[in-house]
């Protein structure tokens, strides 16, 4: 089994920047896809950012020019860098990643960061 842990959420003010961070656990996991989608109150899940095969990466219109998603495939963590916050961006982020493990694609997922912005 795969465990993505995620961290860097918080709260900051509106105009203000965090650093999310996911890493999967295990070393086997051969990773194709590895981002970030959100989830704000009342609404439905939503991709924000990936990055495929370690260096193609792909935005949601709403987050391109503020987020920059980054990956260490040594270490097997994804970071999503936000600049310039909103209140809109607040939500809980959750990692996802998808490949292979053990001869198998798999699709896994983390258990989501709190990302508050006031305003």
């Known amino acids: 089994q795969v465990q993505l842990v995620e961290s860097g959420g918080g709260l900051v003010q509106a105009g203000g920047s965090l650093r999310l961070s996911c890493t999967a656990s295990?070393?086997?996991?051969?990773?194709?896809?590895m981002g970030w989608y959100r989830q704000a109150p009342g609404k439905q899940r939503e991709f924000v950012a990936h990055i495929i095969s370690g260096f193609r990466s792909n935005y949601a219109d709403s987050v391109k020019g503020r987020f920059t998603i980054t990956g260490d495939n040594a270490k097997n963590t994804v970071y999503l860098q936000m600049n310039s916050l909103k209140p809109e961006d607040t939500a809980v982020y959750y990692c996802?990643?998808?490949?292979?493990?053990?001869?198998?694609?798999?699709?896994?997922w983390g258990r989501g960061t709190q990302v508050t912005v006031s305003s």
């Open positions: 996802n990643a998808g490949g292979s493990v053990s001869g198998s694609i798999r699709d896994f």
């Open positions: 295990q070393s086997r996991f051969i990773i194709n896809t």
